[in-house]
């Protein structure tokens, strides 16, 4: 807003456009809870305190108003839909602003699919800034869709809503100052440059710290908390689908140190947005675990804009941006009202009025998955009696590293059912190279058919599990003409299909639409005797080549630990 | 310091130059007090924790150690030494960094001013930051020696060691959006703009806070505090030789909102740094006062390095700069060892070692006193019965209107010592025009003789007051011969000076010279009659048409509150 427009009303010389009347203001600079009158003007506050007049009133009858909250760190992709969707299953909890990570869809098309990032969320009442994916791809274990180097990085820090560096989790490569990982961090030097090292601690951690990275979300115990927050790192205290680990962490809070704690959600899948919530989920659990809800409100509003240099929000303050939520019980954090820019965008939990729709050429994001299936063979000429198996642990990101029988049939190793060792295969599918890396998997307890996915973290190639050659095969292909998605096969049949046409990673329906769907793809897989209750998540996460234990990737079989390939026959 | 050479040592594979051991570490991000060793490496601190080994080992016997003191706000010319005299007396009391507004040489040489301030304090233990001075001239009402506009604060602002803009005084121009000043503060949205609004309030302060300036350090009453923070202003304690704030405001400060508070020192004069010390003595007495130890130290450390974006200090963090305090006393926070960019520069108080001083050509803040003595007349011809008189408040830089019977001789009006009033003159020493301002001052309190100073706050003009004609030639002469400074005159003798031969304002000398040079100097006003116990502070102030009530310019009488020009006859 133009200072020569926002004066005149600020001193009271001209009137605002809406005032909020009878307000409990949250003041997240004093930890005070005032009651005044908010003035806005345009998309942005003007004045708190009365005797503001204004061309529209809402008397909010004493209820509680905060600053919209922001989120420190999101990937979109993981609630699978696209960010307008997202924007209206966040919004009307409360967030207004999100920091995401396009890690994913950048691991597909690379700069195209950040830059899609920030052209689908334009003008949107979610104002969706963006970190850069530090480490795409991964590793070179596996065959992403694109590679960031330092120069594409800088090629893009300076575009709006750009805010840094994502999560480096190339801890060794910090720490050890290795080229590629040292051009980028210092090509972000006096920039946000985001952390990401679990378990870090002592000396690395002291040197992680030096090269660069100022935060962490990674933090599982208190302790390792502590060690981060004496270091200086601002820890963002994360509850996503995956990873719960805001009890563990509050502990560590002090009135002290809370000013360098804030709130991320990572990764939340659209049952978990839908049930749950938001960051206003994690203010309701911060708070029943005992945290004062003003501070709990700090960490998801003024300590996250101090971190990301977001000076123009997080705050109820003249001149910030009018992005307000209205509720009505500390105890109860829920969104009653919800103003994006001034504007009430959302209601009792839903959407309120026309929200843009930005026009977007999509097309470098749609049509990602190119495998030449004339090629392709799920056989595995026996060349031993026992083979590594990638054991699957319920509810976590990593495997154990098995080592069983293999049933042969006809000189090739397959699927043993009854045993619950399922063939496995990771397709290449950004490029048409033809790569599939083959191997077994316990743990999906599939008893017949196949499960198949274009989510495979992070290089998100194509992941198929099934009981059988030809059902692996109806429920790759299927994911294939999708362009992307999930599906479940048994024989030459589809059983059902969620399609994820964006990058193969997320659908163009909303989230309501995904969430029936994805609720249907598992109670297939139920019906094909998988016990998980996700066991697509499972899948998406087998091909992860940096998270322990034993991981498959289009290339082979890792050891992760070894960091390296080893054989499937032992 | 390099990464490449950083991160060997920190990770242990390599010895640190220097480590501080058995020290108790002030952690400012969590509040605690650590015991912990420091390693140091070049300019850079690379780990903080046990089992570093270095080439030199300090054993801190249990003393604890904290960042290095930062000041949010200082005019270093108050001092009335150089940028590396003022280090000399600053660093061994604990400070080593200063946000300085170099507004009073930049009244004198403009741009050149605050060039060879950042000149002359390069490669100093002290860092000095410079904050660029928004209001030069304060107003049109007198003649500084430069104006700064808006095209001529860019042309600075991406300097090394520029931090944003300084203390916007000019509130009317700010809230009521008039050209000049919109310019500046548009120039400036997005980086750091120092506030500067006494007693401002109510929708006025919503309108200040929005137009840009974040910070404050004006406050005199808590009250004014709370309503500041409450917007979100970073209020800076001040604590000055003529302003005195901390007892006031301390009680405003809470667990809270502490994070928004800093300390600043603003104008501290020789005797006062010499006697009570810099940030150190904010400290000892923010203690005294009951403030938590390391909540005050955080005033004085990290909260000022945050709202000035100086990321890489106001911590003991690895990858921050070393400089750091060593003290003894949580309760009388007094500097042992200073260490500054990783070297020890002071200890007990003094200095250690070399300093670097830096060879600048100052050809440019030289020889600024410009006065054509052969056209200089201090008569007042007889206009009316009765003049108005400026009256002085003890202590204050504020003073009285007052209007008196007027003393006539031969047709002029002339000094009246029986009835303290004097006459003055302030002369017009910038650029030879000819201007002075004629009139009379009652509170001084000389019974002969004539005090002169080339220090006149903002424009810095030659001002002169006493008890004859003949006495304030000679003082005022004096000035000009000394190319500035202080003196005392009687008849036509010159007692005693302080010679200030940079810009008029800062003696080339160390502060304890400067401070004998002043005591005597003062002891020579107090032989003319003066009861003040710093006359050349009031007249140094006598010439400052922005704060009330009467004024005298070289242009004339200002009677502030009308903020116009006012005939020395009623």
Redesign the interface.
């Known amino acids: 807003m133009q200072?020569?427009h926002?004066?005149?009303i600020?001193?009271?010389d001209e009137p605002a456009d809406l005032v909020l009347r009878n307000g409990r203001v949250i003041?997240v600079?004093?930890?005070?809870i005032?009651d005044a009158d908010v003035a806005i003007a345009g998309d942005?506050i003007?004045?708190?305190?009365p005797?503001?007049e204004a061309g529209e009133e809402i008397d909010l009858g004493g209820r509680y108003v905060c600053p919209g909250l922001i989120d420190a760190h999101v990937h979109i992709e993981s609630s699978m839909v696209t960010p307008p969707q997202f924007a209206r299953v966040v919004v009307p909890r409360g967030t207004t602003t999100v920091v995401t990570d396009p890690h994913e869809i950048a691991n597909v098309v690379g700069a195209d699919g950040i830059r899609y990032m920030l052209a689908v969320s334009q003008g949107l009442p979610l104002t969706v800034c963006v970190n850069l994916p530090s480490c795409v791809p991964a590793t070179h274990m596996g065959t992403a869709g694109a590679e960031l180097t330092a120069d594409d990085l800088v090629a893009l820090r300076d575009l709006e809503r750009v805010t840094g560096l994502a999560e480096f989790m190339n801890v060794p490569g910090a720490?050890?100052?290795l080229p590629g990982a040292?051009e980028k961090?210092?090509a972000f030097q006096?920039r946000v440059i985001d952390g990401h090292a679990p378990g870090t601690t002592?000396?690395?951690l002291?040197?992680y710290?030096?090269?660069?990275p100022g935060s962490d979300h990674e933090c599982t115990t208190a302790d390792e908390m502590?060690e981060k927050?004496?270091?200086?790192m601002v820890v963002f205290i994360r509850e996503s689908t995956a990873a719960k680990n805001l009890r563990a962490l509050l502990p560590a809070v002090?009135?002290?140190?809370s000013?360098?704690c804030a709130f991320g959600t990572d990764d939340r899948h659209p049952a978990d947005l839908l049930d749950e919530g938001h960051l206003d989920h994690l203010i309701r659990l911060a708070v029943d675990e005992g945290l004062d809800p003003?501070t709990a409100i700090q960490l998801a509003t003024l300590n996250v804009a101090?971190w990301f240099r977001l000076?123009d929000r997080g705050?109820i303050?003249?001149?910030?941006r009018a992005d307000l939520v209205i509720f009505s019980d500390l105890n109860d954090f829920r969104a009653e009202m919800v103003f994006g820019g001034g504007e009430l965008v959302a209601r009792d939990g839903a959407p309120v009025g026309e929200w843009p729709t930005p026009a977007v050429d999509d097309s470098h994001v749609r049509d990602t998955v190119h495998v030449d299936w004339g090629q392709l063979s799920f056989a595995i000429p026996a060349e031993g009696e026992r083979v590594r198996v990638v054991g699957v642990v319920p509810d976590q990101v990593v495997t154990e590293h098995l080592v069983e029988p293999a049933k042969l049939e006809d000189g090739l190793a397959v699927a043993d059912v009854e045993r619950d060792v399922l063939k496995m295969a990771v397709i290449e599918r950004h490029r048409g190279t033809g790569n599939v890396g083959l191997g077994f998997v316990r743990g999906l307890g599939l008893r017949r058919g196949a499960l198949a996915g274009s989510v495979g973290h992070d290089a998100h190639n194509l992941t198929v599990a099934g009981c059988d050659d030809v059902s692996m095969m109806t429920a790759a292909r299927a994911v294939g003409e999708l362009g992307g998605g999930l599906v479940a096969a048994a024989g030459e049949d589809v059983l059902g299909a969620v399609p994820l046409p964006i990058a193969g990673l997320m659908s163009d329906q909303p989230v309501e639409t995904v969430r029936r769907q994805m609720d249907h793809l598992v109670d297939l897989a139920t019906d094909l005797g998988s016990p998980l209750h996700d066991p697509f998540m499972a899948l998406g996460f087998l091909a992860l080549e940096v998270i322990p234990t034993l991981k498959l990737t289009d290339r082979g079989l890792v050891d992760v630990e070894k960091f390296d390939f080893v054989p499937l026959f032992v």
Chains 1, 2 share one sequence.
């Open positions: 200072l020569t926002f004066l005149p600020a001193r009271g003041n600079f004093t930890g005070e005032i942005c003007v004045g708190v305190g005797e503001y720490v050890l100052g040292l961090l210092v006096g002592g000396k690395w002291q040197a710290v030096g090269a660069g502590v927050l004496r270091l200086g002090t009135p002290q140190n000013r360098r003003v101090q000076r705050a303050a003249p001149g910030k």
